[in-house]
């Protein structure tokens, strides 16, 4: 019986080695499994820093376009404003004038060029000659 005895226990060392060996295997495939998943996670961590950065300088490049726009739509706003108000005080003198009575307001001159009176005793020719020269008709041409 003894040979038996030492028998099972070389058995049952054989088997606990074996188990042993099969969690150690178990274990350093889990441990590559891991390493490999963080190597993947590691990798897309840095792809999402670089989107990142590239959002943020995005977004501060867009913040300065909206400041800009929103600087030049205020200085258009005053201009406008000031715009209203001298279209505003136009109107006002513009109604002032139209109260005015017409007697006040002084009518100018027309000149107008009149033809010379006839001289008999000048040549056909002669009138239109002056006539090209001066503009004006000597009587009849």
Known sequence: MESYTYLFLFVLQLVFTVVVLLALLHEKRLQKQLEKKNKQLLTELLNLRGE?????STYLTFTGKIVRISVSTTTAS??????ISVTEKLKKELERIKTIPSRIIKKLPVIRKQPLPVNPTLSNKVRKKKRLQTGVAYGRS
């Open 78 to 83: 005053e201009e406008l404003k000031k715009l």
């Open 52 to 56: 990142i950065r590239a959002m943020r």
